[in-house]
């Protein structure tokens, strides 16, 4: 049973899920209890919705413990947490909800279980308003694997808005501490690449189209790069339903790695997405930092965990990011200061993040 309880208001800041998912996880670490009322306030249907709710439901298993307040359109939840155990959990939506999203609320738990975990996660594979598995497989990978973090994740099946049905396997192997990371070398974008797709009955037509138009936009600015987006048709055997999309991929001299993505919708021109991707990709090169908008945001409940100073050079901050920086620094004792760079490779848009970390420590191990 837990003997700490921590409260946290679900309408400060970015007022949506990501304020449920770093508040749980941090909760169920520490194995505190956590009360969140005005759930998801920020948005326009407030309250928990499916996915939400089986991140919830996940944590609670993952720990063995109590959730009150827990169905869908609820404002108000309750979770009581206790030891972290290992083994093997599975979380569906059973809507296109985000399967990455699940993932982003379990895998710093499983990280202090007590031996092995494997998360089998369904839903939507390829969503609105969350991370492509795509990205996470090349960019939130690698990145969170600097922190020490040991993770394998099988695609097994893709899954689109509205049916959902897509899978993911997530392996980990737990740690004793995470070590803090210094991300402060931009470099030079050396390649970018990537992939166009489309799903179940779109013509492969729209996956060049969107292909085409993406290389065009970032030739505008980006003139002796080699840039090779391929343009596929998923398998038939990996992918549910119909859907259309694109990633876009930045490497650079230093090993940092940014990308990009756009969803196809009903009315929308190929080119145009094409064109979104590719502007949002530009958009996170030209700022010199080392993370893109997406992944600064999921840096930060790594930092606060780990044993001693981490600093990321970043763009702009996000909404996403400062919710983040202040649940962290309210639930546990790291302490986070941003600051301009003010190095010859910066511009008005480049910041450094710093923060010293608490060195949780896995007492299940």
């Given amino acids: 049973m837990a003997a700490t309880t921590f409260e946290m208001d679900g309408s400060i800041m970015e007022g949506g899920g990501q304020i449920l998912r770093v508040s749980t996880a941090l909760s169920c670490i520490q194995g505190a209890s956590i009360k969140i009322n005005n759930v998801r306030a920020g948005r326009s ?16 298993d993952l720990c063995a413990g109590h959730l009150e307040g827990g169905e869908v359109g609820s404002t108000e939840i309750t979770l009581t947490t206790g030891k972290i155990k290992g083994g093997d959990y599975t979380a569906d939506t059973k809507t296109a909800g985000s399967v990455v999203l699940l993932m982003q609320v379990s895998l710093p738990c ?8 494997v998360l089998c996660l369904k839903g939507g594979t390829n969503a609105e308003m969350a991370p492509q598995i795509d990205y996470t ?3 939130f990978k690698p990145m969170v694997e600097r922190f020490g973090v040991n993770f394998d994740c099988d695609l097994k ?5 509205p049916k959902g049905g897509g899978e993911i396997i997530v392996k980990t192997n737990p740690v004793k501490q995470l070590t803090p990371v210094t991300l402060t070398e931009r470099g030079t974008i050396t390649k970018i690449y990537g992939r166009a797709f489309v799903a179940g009955v779109l013509p492969h037509k729209l996956a060049k189209d969107m292909s085409a138009a993406a290389v065009r936009y970032i030739r505008k600015e980006i003139k002796d790069l080699y840039i090779n987006i391929q343009a596929v048709r998923e398998k038939k055997d990996e992918s549910f339903g119909n859907g259309n999309g694109i ?11 940014f ?8 009315g929308v021109y190929a080119d145009k997405v094409g064109c979104e991707a590719a502007e949002m990709l530009l958009r996170n090169t030209r700022h010199n930092g080392c993370v893109d908008e ?25 909404l996403h990011t400062q919710t983040a920086i202040h649940v962290a620094e309210q639930l546990t004792k790291a302490k986070f200061t941003v600051t301009k760079a003010e190095d010859q490779d910066s511009n008005e ?13 896995n007492a299940n191990l």
Avoid: W
Wanted: with cysteine.
């Fill in 110 to 117: 499983v990280l202090f279980a007590d031996s092995p975990s």
């Fill in 294 to 318: 997406y992944m600064q945001d999921q840096m930060i409940i790594f930092m606060a965990l780990a044993n001693g100073t981490s600093r990321i050079r970043t763009g702009p901050l996000t």
């Fill in 45 to 60: 249907t407030p309250g928990l919705r499916p996915q939400h709710l089986s991140g919830l439901e996940l944590v609670r």
């Fill in 247 to 257: 990633i876009l991929i930045a490497e650079s001299s230093t090993g940092c790695v």
């Fill in 259 to 266: 990308a990009a993505s756009a969803l196809g919708k009903k």
């Fill in 157 to 161: 099946m893709r899954g689109y808005y």
């Fill in 349 to 361: 848009d480049t910041h450094i993040i710093e923060c010293q970390g608490t060195g949780m420590t």
């Fill in 137 to 139: 497989l090349t960019v």
